[in-house]
């Protein structure tokens, strides 16, 4: 007797398109983001060679023949800004290495990798062919993790073209300066009434920073897009005081704060590429857990939200939504939250989850459109086990730790799955990382 999985599997094997690493793979994608201003392309991990060397591929074709306007990175904004002014030739850089130099924050391989440093060459090489600056893509950032380096660009900026202003800015910032370099100690001290917080100095200067921007916009002035970056960077700040306060309070009210930052600089980064003409369109990098709709997952119902889900509702029709799986493999993360890169070995994905299942139909690796399941192809819609591995891999509390129900067709449009992957490469390659993690059957190889 046939088992409902098994004409699942066949159904799967019927509708998937296979990979095979040609320019072409991605056309079923292309046709789908015709229309739309966002695509937001996922990872299943963040230390995955796959996920980012077919993001980097698909976002190449998405730049050359659907005329989008760049990458924004779950990324810091002001590290992922010194990216841009490379890409762009506007920078001092002389090269994409030196340009990602400023990713030093745990997990720098998230960025600092050989995938990401031939995406940013291949920018900057487009970009240099192209007149028109208003026309060349960019690589911005939408995390909101850099408190004290998005305070310090901000002064710069207001240092080098209003000093009066730096100085008001620099009285309100100083709020921050007897916690330290670490923003944690600042949001414990204020979620406990311990120390007065800084929420009124920082809207005032985003308030400030805000006007500045409507007045040069108005009369003409200052270079546009680092007044955008500066004012995205005093936005960040506030965001961040935000979220540094609300970490005591539960994750899911620090996670909400940290998506919809991520969601709103986004909008303003389509609304400032819209002022400089054209119709903008951006690509979006990051975790599958950010870009999936959270309504369709485990954590959607327990409250989250995330940018996927708010990037469907901010442009309905207009957001395309592609995620990544893999079954086993290698994977680059950390044992510990700023612990040493690792290249770990990824368990084979446990029986009841869409990797194990998507193992079963016997590809190497394919594309899934979930928009046009067949009949059979349906069961995709009922709760599954998804895996998710941040930047942090605990193999032995593997089902609590990484794994997490969701409705597949639901959270994406498409799904690429690669049934082996390998660890992505980083810059600096640790000893362990090059060593790597011994097989299971180790001493004995049986």
């Known amino acids: 007797m046939v088992t409902s999985d098994e004409t699942l599997i066949g159904a799967i094997a019927e509708t998937a398109r296979p990979m095979a690493g040609a320019v072409d793979d991605f056309d079923p994608i292309l046709e789908l983001a015709g229309n739309a201003r966002v695509v937001l392309i996922g990872e299943a991990s963040h230390g995955t060679d796959e996920f980012y060397e077919r993001r980097a591929e698909l976002t190449k074709r998405l730049i050359v023949d659907l005329g989008f306007r760049g990458v ?8 992922a800004w010194r990216v841009n002014r490379f890409v762009r030739g506007t920078g001092s850089d002389t090269g994409a290495a030196e340009a990602l130099s400023d990713f030093k924050r ?26 028109d600056p208003a026309a060349r893509a960019g690589f911005y950032g939408l995390d909101l993790y850099s408190l004290h380096t998005s305070i310090a660009a901000v002064l710069d900026y207001l240092d080098e073209t209003d000093p009066e202003a730096a100085k008001r800015a620099r009285y309100r910032y100083a709020c921050f300066e007897h916690f330290g370099e670490d923003p944690q100690s600042y949001g414990y001290a204020t979620s406990f009434g311990l120390s007065p917080d800084c929420e009124r100095e920082v809207v005032n200067q985003l308030v400030e920073m805000q006007r500045r921007r409507q007045g040069v916009l108005a009369r003409g002035g200052d270079d546009e897009d680092e007044l955008f970056a500066a004012e995205q960077n005093a936005r960040l700040v506030k965001a961040a005081e935000e979220y540094y306060r609300s970490m005591f309070e539960g994750r899911v009210s620090s996670w909400n704060l940290r998506d919809t930052h991520m969601a709103e600089t986004l909008d303003a980064l389509l609304a400032h590429l819209g002022r400089k003409g054209g119709r903008s369109k951006v690509v979006v990098w990051a975790h599958n857990s950010h870009v999936g709709d959270a309504r369709a997952t485990q954590m959607g119902e327990a409250g989250e939200i995330n940018i996927g889900q708010l990037a469907r509702q901010k442009y309905p029709g207009q957001a395309l939504l592609v995620g ?26 446990l029986r009841d989850s869409y990797e194990a299942l998507f193992h079963r139909t016997g590809a190497a690796k394919f594309l899934l459109s979930l928009r046009d399941l067949g009949e059979a192809a349906g069961g995709l819609r009922e709760p599954r086990l998804e895996r998710a591995i941040g930047v942090i891999y ?10 997490f129900q969701s409705r597949l067709p639901a959270q994406f449009d498409v799904v690429m799955h690669f049934d082996e992957t390998r660890a992505v ?20 190889g049986m």
């Not at 924004?72 to 590290?79: G, I, L, N, T």
């Not at 745990?106 to 007149?131: H, Q």
């Not at 605990?394 to 794994?403: A, C, N």
């Not at 490469?425 to 004995?444: C, D, H, M, N, S």
Request: aromatic share 14%; hydrophobic share 35%; proline share 9%.
């Open 394 to 403: 605990l193999p032995q509390t593997e089902r609590v730790s990484h794994y």
């Open 72 to 79: 924004a990175a779950e990324a810091d904004f002001p590290d």
């Open 106 to 131: 745990f997990p720098s391989w998230m960025w600092r990798n050989a995938n990401v440093l031939d995406f940013v060459g291949w920018l900057r090489e487009r970009n240099d062919r192209i007149a």
């Open 425 to 444: 490469e980083p810059l600096e390659r640790t000893a362990g990382w090059v060593r790597g993690e011994l097989p299971e059957t180790y001493p004995t």
């Open 324 to 349: 990544f799986s893999t079954f086993t493999g290698t994977v680059t993360a950390a044992s510990e939250w700023g612990g040493p890169a690792e290249r770990k070995r990824v368990r084979p994905a």
